[in-house]
């Protein structure tokens, strides 16, 4: 004998369907556990009663509530509700990432991968272990938390993207914003899927509203920044390590060995195209047909063509950048791992880079004003949209600008008409923006005579 004893009730009982069995431990304990037919999976479930249940009305009053559950569920689920998974959180969110694995790339895998981290760890710290407990009310709880999670930044001196710092204020809204549309993919793509049933895609919404942001005023850079910006990104490539023992053997008296690996060409390429950073980053040769002045970009299932016509400096530099590359596939390729495809930029190189561009002197910085790539882009659409002499009136600049930059003539009406005052004679995007001189230098190009005396004046 197991020592153990079952209690059965009858059709008459109070919590008829709801079974009782009583269990004598090892230890000589008694231990109750409880036994019914799920309404959701139509298999039995069980569970262990709470030690504080000694008599016999304390359990028959928790089992006649577990029978009023059992039949309001059941009332649900004849009313057309959904059927719980069975499934814990943490599986199912793992699942999105099985599911979407052919559609993520690598740097929006890792964003979705944080979200979703933060949200199982305060979900871990709550309690909330299974998929089917996850409400409206649960997201909203969510929330509320991580509104006031202070904000984290990468520690000086330490490792490359893993040394961290929690700072004393709270993440900026953006950021927040950013953890709640990623968390809205995941959610409805798996409540889709039947795996998060008491979820909505109304309930999603409403649980993870979005913070009030407040607009940036600042919606380009004009030609004074951008000159700075420009010195600043050459002082960056032009900086070398200190000289090593061979280069003083070789009785040099300042050392070559380049400390970071250029950015000009990118930031000149990302500036002059209107391209996003990801489409310059994962740009390839066979995209840029020299002999038609294109070059092709693909966006999200979206192709468009960016006409080098309008910028004789992009041209000429993709052209130099051609002729250096060898059998390169890409125009921003990283240097070659032995056993590994090639591979273009890092995205994190290219961030931390624009970031040291940026740093003041006492960071270890190079002094530039603000930047960023998708303001490097709103630029390049500004002054695009205002050319009227690249593209004749206003209704065709209007028109071939959006098709340039990917968006509709009504954004581009709407967001950068009338912003920047360009001369009507301008026959280039260089020369609107009033940096053909100063870029050529800086990235070794010829400069034609007209050019150096305007940037002189």
């Not at 509700?81 to 979407?100: G, I, W």
């Not at 509709?408 to 360009?422: C, F, L, N, P, S």
Request: net charge positive; hydrophobic share 35%.
């Amino acid at each position: 004998m197991d020592g153990r004893r079952k209690t059965t009730r009858g059709k008459s009982a109070k919590h008829a369907g709801v079974i009782l069995s009583r269990r004598l431990l090892p230890s000589g304990s008694v231990s109750w556990r409880a036994r019914w037919l799920d309404p959701d999976t139509k298999e039995l479930a069980w569970e262990t009663l709470p030690k504080d249940l000694t008599t016999e009305e304390l359990r028959a009053d928790w089992a006649t509530k577990k029978v009023q559950e059992n039949a309001a569920r059941q009332r649900k689920l004849d009313g057309g509700a959904p059927v719980k998974a069975n499934k814990a959180l943490s599986a199912v969110v793992e699942q999105y990432f099985t599911d979407r694995s052919a559609r993520l790339g690598e740097r929006t895998a890792s964003v979705y991968k944080e979200a979703t981290d933060e949200f199982l760890r305060w979900a871990g710290e709550t309690g909330l272990e299974s998929a089917d407990d996850l409400t409206e009310t649960q997201l909203a709880r969510f929330r509320v938390w991580s509104e006031k999670q202070l904000s984290r930044k990468q520690k000086k001196g330490g490792e490359r993207f893993h040394a961290h710092i929690t700072t004393p204020q709270v993440r900026d809204p953006v950021t927040v914003n950013r953890v709640f549309r990623t968390l809205g993919t995941v959610f409805n793509h798996l409540c889709e899927q039947g795996l998060v049933p008491m979820l909505s895609g109304e309930g999603i919404r409403k649980g993870l509203k979005k913070l009030p942001v407040e607009k940036k005023i600042v919606k380009f850079l004009d030609s004074d920044t951008l000159m700075q910006i420009v010195d600043a990104v050459k002082l960056h490539d032009e900086d070398t390590f200190d000289l090593t023992r061979e280069e003083k053997e070789r009785g040099l008296t300042k050392g070559i060995t380049p400390r970071y690996d250029p950015i000009l060409p990118f930031f000149a390429t990302t500036l002059l195209s209107g391209m996003r950073a990801g489409e310059a980053q994962r740009l390839e040769w066979r995209q840029i047909n020299f002999k038609a002045g294109k070059i092709r970009v693909k966006f999200k299932r979206r192709e468009r063509d960016v006409n080098l016509i309008v910028s004789p400096l992009l041209r000429e530099l993709l052209t130099t950048l051609r002729l250096r590359a060898g059998k390169n596939v890409y125009v921003f390729q990283a240097p070659p791992v032995e056993g590994k495809p090639a591979a273009s930029y890092d995205r994190s190189r290219i961030d931390s880079a624009r970031k040291r561009v940026k740093a003041s002197d006492e960071d270890d910085g190079y002094g530039s004003p603000f930047f960023s790539w998708q303001l490097l882009r709103s630029t390049c659409a500004t002054f695009l949209t205002n050319s009227t002499g690249l593209f004749g009136d206003r209704d065709t600049t209007l028109f071939k600008s959006a098709r340039q930059l990917g968006h509709t003539v009504a954004v581009a009406e709407k967001h950068y008409w009338g912003v920047a005052d360009v001369a009507t004679g301008v026959q280039t995007l260089e020369a609107a923006m009033g940096i053909e001189a100063k870029l050529r230098e800086a990235l070794g190009l010829m400069v034609n005579e007209p050019a150096r005396e305007k940037a002189a004046k």
